[in-house]
C-alpha cells in the first residue's frame, strides 16, 4: 500500500500536479518532508537562501512583501496542490517574498539537492518550466492590471483569478472567493476605503455579494463585464 496515496490524491486537484505522470507524483510526494505551520507563521523570508521546492497540502499561506514603513502588499494566496519555490532554486537567488500561512498548513518540501536531481530527469524538467510559465504570466496580468486597467476592472479582474485559484487555473470557476476585504485591498495595493466603496457598487449591479470574510460572486457575467 502507498502511504503517500492520500496526500497525492488531495494534491491532484491541482492541474499542475495532476499533468504529472503518477510515478513523477509519487517520486515528488515520497522524496518531500512534511512541514507544519500554524497561522501567521513564515516558511521562509525575503532574502533568505534558497530552501527549495514547496507544495501544499491542506491550508493557505500568502507571499508577500513588506515595505519600511510596515505597508504589505500580497502577491499571491497559495493553496491546496500549489507548488511553489523552484525559481530561487534553480537560480540560486535569495528568495524575493515572504510566504507565511494565514491558515494552519501542512506543506511538503523537496530539498534543494534533492530537487537539483530531480531536474535531471526531463519530464519534470518540462513540467518546472510550464509552471515558471503560468507563473510569469500571473506576473505579467498582474503589471497589466496596475498599469492600465481602472481600479474596478483590477478589483473584477482579480476576482476570476482568484474564483480559478491565484495560483491554480482551475478549469472550474468557485463562487465563493476565500479572502477578506482586507486581504484583497492588499492583493490590489489599494486602500480598504475604495475596494468597500466599489465592491458595494458592483454588488449593487448584481456581480458580487460581499458576506462576513469573504465575497460571494453572483454573476460571473456581470464580473466580465467590468472588463475595461
Known sequence: MDLNAPLIEKMSGNPWFQSLPMAERQ?????????????????FRRGDPPAGFFGIVDGRLKAS????????????????????G????????????DVTAVEAALVLKLSPEAFNAFM???VFARAIAVLLCQHT?????????????????????????LARGDATLAAEHRAKIPVSQDTLAMM??????????ELKAMAAQGAVALRYGHVEIVSM????SFDD
Open 120 to 122: 535531471q530527469n526531463a
Open 27 to 43: 517520486n515528488l510526494v515520497g522524496n518531500s518532508t512534511q512541514v507544519r505551520l500554524a497561522v501567521g507563521e513564515s516558511l
Open 188 to 197: 490590489l495595493g489599494i486602500s480598504r476605503q475604495t475596494l468597500a466603496l
Open 86 to 97: 523552484q525559481m530561487s532554486t534553480i537560480t540560486g537567488w535569495p528568495s524575493a517574498f
Open 137 to 161: 504570466s500571473l506576473l505579467y496580468q498582474m503589471l497589466e492590471d496596475a498599469t492600465l486597467h481602472s481600479t474596478r476592472t483590477r478589483i473584477a479582474r482579480r476576482l476570476m483569478r
Open 65 to 84: 512583501s513588506v515595505r519600511s514603513d510596515g505597508k504589505e502588499g500580497i502577491l499571491v494566496i497559495l493553496e491546496q496542490g500549489n507548488w511553489f
Open 221 to 224: 457575467d456581470v464580473l466580465m
